[in-house]
T-cell receptor, first 113, second 109 residues
Framework: DTEVTQTPKHLVMGMTNKKSLKCEQH?????MYWYKQKAKKPPELMFVYSYEKLSINESVPSRFSPECPNSSLLNLHLHALQPEDSALYLCASRRTTGDQPQHFGDGTRLSIL | RKEVEQDPGPFNVPEGATVAFNCTYS??????FFWYRQDCRKEPKLLMSVYSSGNEDGRFTAQLNRASQYISLLIRDSKLSDSATYLCVVNPGTYKYIFGTGTRLKVLA
């Protein structure tokens, strides 16, 4: 069982659609992450929020728009995606104090038609 | 040079074998180190944090060598269920984690 919950598990969308990915954790973690992972590659960092503020944006295209409405929720809004954006999107969280590991959700598998 | 380097494998070992993976990192100021396991089409799962004094969890032993800037993972008595990709992850003391490319392990019956 994962303590970071992501929905939906799978998403198929056209290039003109708008959709959102959701991530929720109730561990009191104040740092939350979005990663993109392609097959046989490690996760690639997209965004980091700390204390509900965007602290890292790894030069992600504007068709991906993150949002952190509160300390438990993280969204990723998608618009006008390209076929190369098809991937596994992972959310993670961690405590902000000490040398803490990240805890991952089980991901959303996204396919762009 | 990549910030975190791992041998991609695959390492094919028989059941019951002992196998070891190494991971090197370039940033000498790195503060925390982790091994994650990732099964095909699943999320990474924390296997163990790596401490300076070395640490063990059942059949798994992790070591850190700060002088040579590498960490290692030893798996004893390999099981079929150990087949996975093992990711070395390094935190340089910021919110950003640096991932190795992963090492694929196949345990053969």
């Amino acid at each position: 069982d994962t303590e970071v919950t992501q929905t939906p598990k799978h998403l198929v969308m056209g290039m003109t659609n708008k959709k959102s990915l959701k991530c929720e954790q109730h561990m009191g973690h104040r740092a939350m992450y979005w990663y993109k992972q392609k097959a046989k590659k490690p996760p690639e960092l997209m965004f980091v929020y700390s204390y509900e503020k965007l602290s890292i944006n790894e030069s992600v295209p504007s068709r991906f728009s993150p949002e952190c409405p509160n300390s438990s929720l993280l969204n990723l809004h998608l618009h006008a995606l390209q076929p190369e954006d098809s991937a596994l999107y992972l959310c993670a969280s961690r405590r902000t104090t000490g040398d803490q590991p990240q805890h991952f959700g089980d991901g959303t598998r996204l396919s762009i038609l | 040079r990549k910030e975190v380097e791992q041998d991609p494998g695959p390492f094919n070992v028989p059941e019951g074998a002992t196998v070891a993976f190494n991971c090197t990192y370039s940033n000498s100021a790195s503060q925390s180190f982790f091994w994650y396991r990732q099964d095909c089409r699943k999320e990474p799962k924390l296997l163990m944090s790596v401490y300076s004094s070395g640490n063990e969890d059942g059949r798994f032993t992790a070591q850190l060598n700060r002088a040579s800037q590498y960490i290692s993972l030893l798996i004893r008595d390999s099981k079929l269920s150990d087949s996975a990709t093992y990711l070395c992850v390094v935190n340089p003391g910021t919110y950003k984690y640096i991932f190795g490319t992963g090492t694929r392990l196949k345990v053969l019956a």
